[in-house]
């Protein structure tokens, strides 16, 4: 839904007719036809290659589950009529879980399987993008947003998780198709498909809501003043539309905006986050040095407000020139709100969120390489661009998102029937005790709430750790433990809104109970988790057990 003015495909003029311009990307030098034909093969088959490749790298990763994949495939595992009480406690909309649960009620659960919708998704942007582009720019804008999609470490990122972004980017991409058409010829088809899609965009990822907003605001402006006014306002209707298929599911978001929000998460910063989300949609989110982000601000400039007169020369026109300006306004203006309004409600806001708007990012630098009147320019262009973020593919695809295995592998190997496993934060749980064994006989509690490991409970969270004393709450597991089993700790220093509540988790169970091993995991993930063993009273001195006489469980 990121384009609302995307036109109709119009005739390429000929090499040189207009100002000398060439616009065959794959064309180095005009040549005659019997000379030109090998270069165009050997620019589709490379084109053909890179899109194998791209299509192989969304399929591959070697991570295990991390928090947030393994708590979306808990909730997705759920019966549907406890769907909307679960995401009532976790915070997200409700369709990526459905279309979650019926395909995992196809493949199974295990890793590969559950992320490969979202694999699945990525792929089928692919064509969709080659069809927005061509539309935008012809056949040079769709080759090239064809290969910076294929090749973007941030679309290969989200097709190799187990969430619901790379279903956003479909759904952007298949609304600002629709919209196009609509726009084109008016008629209720075509207006029922936008309607229906920007409910699915907005059923997806609440984000959606601030493009949906620029998107129109943009058709507003049209409707009121532009040259085709009955086709922009088809156009407000079918998104109202829309808004009416969302209202349902209202009361949901409106308690999860009161009670649940994100107390994991910072703030938007202005301008800056602004920046810095461009620089992750960019080269994801490996520090990759300004070189990319600059030269994609370039080229987007020139998208917007430069015209090739010539092979290596530009006219600049600080109105901007079509289609690249409205495509820009509503991309760079829904994320310009979204930040905004975290700023001013305190609401977390995060890169990944910035998926709505990643497909209007990547046109509008499509559309910055096609602005280059020379064919070798347009090509070196893309060849840095896509090379520069193919970069980050090789770690997204080998580097390991969580402790969880590690942890779970010692789990699985010393924790006896009967043990305690206490997870501090909570947020730790879902991804361990996914790889544990249902019958291994351990009990599994979380802090603070001392739920059960597979789900999160974010209603009033930070309220809820204020209220969790952590002596107490250290008590009880010696308490569930008693004197005979061991107790585990899985925990992780540093988490916004516990401060030092685990560290100090540790330390009251270390008054009570030696630590036995404090097991070395490597922290190579944002998780850090550490896992600390307690033995039982039995293997204590005298004088260890008086210590502790006045204790629960000693």
């Known amino acids: 839904m990121t384009s609302p003015a995307i036109p109709a495909p119009t005739p390429t003029p000929a090499p040189g007719v207009e100002s000398g311009v060439d616009t065959d990307l794959t064309r180095l030098e005009p040549t005659p036809v019997e000379t030109g034909r090998p270069v165009r093969w050997g620019a589709t088959l490379t084109v053909a290659v890179v899109i194998a490749c791209g299509v192989v790298a969304r399929f591959v990763a070697a991570s295990h589950l991390w928090l947030d994949e393994a708590l979306t495939v808990n ?36 890793t590969i399987a559950v992320r490969a919708l979202s694999g699945v998704c990525s792929v089928a ?33 989200y097709a190799t998780e187990a969430r619901m972004y790379s279903l956003t980017m479909l759904l952007v991409l298949a609304g600002g198709l629709a919209l196009a058409n609509l726009l084109e010829r008016p008629t209720p088809g075509r207006g029922a498909a936008v309607a229906l899609l920007t409910a699915a965009l907005l059923l ?107 092979r290596r020369r530009f006219e600049i026109d600080l109105i901007g020139r079509e289609p690249a300006r409205t495509l820009a306004l509503v991309t760079f203006g829904g994320l310009l709100l979204a930040v905004g309004v975290s700023r001013l409600t305190g609401d977390a806001y995060a890169p990944r969120y910035a998926s709505v708007v990643f497909p209007g990012v990547m046109l509008l630098v499509a559309l910055g390489v096609a602005s280059f009147g020379d064919a070798r320019l347009r090509l070196t262009a893309l060849v840095v661009v896509a090379a520069l973020g193919s970069i980050g593919l090789r770690p997204i695809m080998q580097y390991e998102r969580t402790q969880a295995a590690s942890v779970a592998r010692h789990l699985r190997a010393d924790a006896q029937p009967g043990d305690v496993v206490a997870y501090c934060p909570d947020q730790l749980a879902p991804s361990v005790s996914r790889l544990l064994p249902a019958d ?85 993930s944002p998780e850090h988790m550490g896992l600390i063993r307690f033995d039982p009273l039995s293997q204590y001195s005298g004088a260890i057990s008086r210590r502790c006489r006045t204790a629960p469980g000693c």
């Not at 909730?75 to 649960?101: F, N």
């Not at 692919?126 to 941030?154: C, D, E, K, N």
């Not at 960019?282 to 007169?309: M, N, Q, T």
């Open 75 to 110: 909730i997705a595992r759920l019966p549907l009529r406890s769907l909307t009480g679960a995401l009532r406690h976790d915070g997200s909309p409700p369709l990526y879980y459905v279309a979650l649960h019926f395909w995992m009620r196809l493949f199974g659960t295990g």
């Open 125 to 157: 942007c692919l064509p969709l993008a080659w069809r927005v582009g061509r539309r935008l720019g012809g056949r040079t804008v769709a080759v090239a947003v064809l290969v910076l999609l294929a090749l973007s470490p941030f679309a290969v990122q």
């Open 204 to 310: 997806t990822h609440y984000y959606a809501l601030y493009t949906v907003a620029a998107v129109g605001a943009v058709l507003l402006w049209h409707a009121w003043r532009g040259e085709e006014r009955a086709a922009a306002r088809w156009a407000v209707v079918s998104l109202a539309a829309g808004g009416l298929l969302f209202l349902p599911w209202m009361p949901v978001l409106l308690y999860q905006s009161a009670h649940t929000g994100a107390p994991w998460g910072a703030t938007g910063r202005g301008l800056r986050t602004v920046i810095d989300t461009l620089g992750v949609l960019v080269s994801g989110y490996r520090d990759a040095g300004p070189v990319p982000l600059l030269l994609v601000e370039g080229l987007i400039a020139l998208a917007v407000f430069g015209r090739a007169v010539g």
């Open 440 to 524: 291994a006989g351990l009990t599994q509690l979380t802090y603070p709430k001392a739920d059960p490991p597979q789900f999160v409970n974010w209603v009033d969270y930070a309220q809820t750790i204020r209220h969790t004393p952590v002596p107490s709450f250290a008590s009880m597991l010696l308490s569930r433990a008693g004197p005979a089993h061991n107790l585990w700790l899985v925990w992780s220093p540093g988490y916004k809104s516990l401060g030092r509540r685990c560290e100090q988790l540790a330390a009251a169970l270390g008054t009570y109970r030696v630590p036995g091993d404090d097991v070395r995991v490597r922290w190579s």
